[in-house]
């Protein structure tokens, strides 16, 4: 269908136009029938949102590995955390007293909801002290004995008058070395004296609950609301006592807190799209007709988009922080072929063509720069499919079918259901008055000053290829902080994790290694335990736990040892010794020794490491610290290589697996460093490559491609100069723009060609004004991202929005300045 500049529509136009009235009927019941399984398929999609990071990366990632293996073979591991403030420490006993009576509420809940409720450390320190000795290394059982019996043997021969020097002193039983030595490994039990989760200085209590099994989502919703509700029915922390103030902290809030966000966010951006949309449609058309014209495609192509995308070979079962917002993109993105095409037709119509003749004119007028810009943008989304990480892969999928069907749709479709709602002059678009709209005023501006509009655009473009020289790695947002709901840190879970964090010392869920056999969880304990003693683990390590640490190793020879220990004790010896040598004794004696089983062990001493078939011998637990350095993507990176590194070291065989958000936020920038460059200059290569397929080698392929590469160009520099960084989220924004960016200059050029290459204010008047439609209703898409609680939806808006206001000068008033600075003006 390529037909001579200017020479208007041609047989094969007519023909497709007539063709689609002929069947208008049966294309419009084709397309709903196909609406309605998409439909549904589309609500079980936005029903399964997924906030979690592993869901960003590809399946086959080794995190990604690790922790769908950790979910299939360890219960749980999750937490929520119910913290309360008191304001004051005198207030404590009122904040530990609403944390039993809730406690005892959530202790009723299903099993598989909740695995256990606890305050404090009181089961596991009464079990340490009935099984103190097999927690003792059999050494230091040794050297009790051994000077027990010193002692034996000197008071022995003090009293049948042996001894050999009356000055000689008698033999030390002091055990405050082995009692600091074991007071500094109790790690929680140390650091609560009083047995509660609580802490006078910080003013504040903690129940723990262990949730039954791996929640996301309507899980983790489920459990927080049922928490909620029966805090509700107690009278809340005002009925326990004034300023009293309850969180939620732990992986159950983190979960929720995002994916309430993120829905919310998709609920306020949905409505401001469509009600802006709606809005400056009637402004541009004034002509209600549009919105039905725009929108009934547009909705059928959206939805058969997502319906389409769960189908082989795609199988996209849910929707992750990446991909939950692409209805309101297509939407903002899809609607620029219809616009264009329905501005054409409008034209048309009030230049007094009838209906099927401006409907020609409309499809022959608008083909080349909509099927440019739609190839464009979806090859810009497509781009992103060949990556591996995940969240840019399905967004390239989505993206890219979406375009391709809301530019099929309109054409398809929009014809027929123009001659039954358009069907005489009285339904016709009324006239303008000439030169009115600001299109008008934007051509008579760049007629009047086009030689300083180049001039300026030629110093802009300058000053922004200089300012990206320091565009380097430096620039990804490597702080995984910021990238959290904006008022996580004031009022949220991430302002009730720091106090958590701060009373216990340690985060809750720790870093498993998984192994394949006993021996092999052996050797990495080993290898960590010395990994741990240098930088980078040296500066976040809490402690290391396996196996031995909760299920000791040689009960049956400390057994003996203790028997050994209290044959000793005769009553001299124990007469020797004061009040608290006989309790610190007494304490590494126990009482009622057996040896242990796995089932003996209180729960939380096997979290993480019992399996679901019972063992719990081949994992091992890494616990960091508390620390601003667990956000930082280059210490993140730093500490996943060094616990792999570790973990790997003299394994034969398969290397152990290492599973744990630390590692999959790591995985994530190594992901985006990694796919984000070849994600780019795929992008850039296929749209360049469109271009020159559509227009040819002609100076009209330079215009466009030069008009795009200054625009992406200024975006670059702006968010340079604006600080904004490169992450997950915003990263997809990049090749957007160049499929986005490119549709305005294409459909720029594409009208100026179509008149002939002659006046340039015509484009910028008639494809101008559709071109700024097209922007500016994508830039409401993009916008009311702005307002998202989530930062890393609201990076994306900003940096999208950016691409498109620079886009959209280059194309409407730069590229036309430099056409008419060149002398390409009207003759």
Known sequence: MHEPRGAGPGPRTRAFVAWAIRHGRLLWVLAVLLAVPATIRMVRLYMHLNSELDALLPPKAPSVVAIQELRARMPGLQYLGVIVDTGDATKLPAGEKLLDDLGAKIATYPKDLV?????????????LEKNAPLYVELPDLVTIRSRLEARKEWEAGKAMGVSLDDTDPAPSVDFSDLEKKYQDKSGDRGRFPDDRFSSKELHVSLLLVEVGSFSTGAGAAELLARVQADLASLGGPEKYGPGLKVGYTGDVAVNVEELSALVTDLGVSSILVVVAVLAVLLIFFRWWRSLPLLFLPLLLATICTFGLVTLPPFRINELNSNTAFLGSIIVGNGINFGIVLVARYVEARRAGASVDDALVTSSWGARVGTLSAAL??????????????????????????????AWSFAFVLTPSLTRVLDRDATTAPRKRPEGAGLMALVARFVRRFPVPITVFALVVTAAAGFAVRKLDRSRLETDFSRLRRADTFVRGEGFWGRKMDALLGRYLSPTVILTDKPEDARKVERSLREAVKVAPLSDIASSVVGMDDVLPREQEEKLAEVKKIKAVLTPRVLASLDDKQKKVVDRFLGHDLVALRPLDLPSTFSAGLRENDGTMDKAVLFYPRPSDLLWKGEALSALSRALRDAAKKDIEGPPPRVAGSLVLSSDIVESISRDGVVATITALSGVILVVLLLFRRSLSTVYVIGSLCVGVLWLAAATLAMGVKINFANFIALPITFGIGVDYAVNVVARWDQDGRGDVSGAIVSTGGAVGLCSMTTIIGYSSLLLAENRALFSFGLVAVLGEVCCLFTAVVALPAVLLALGKKAT
């Open 115 to 127: 695995r256990s409720v606890r305050t404090g450390v009181k089961e596991e320190r009464a079990f």
């Open 376 to 405: 464009a943008a979806g090859v810009a989304y497509g781009s992103l499919m060949i990556t591996g990480f995940r969240g840019f892969r399905q967004f390239g999928i989505i993206g890219a079918i979406g375009m391709v069907l």
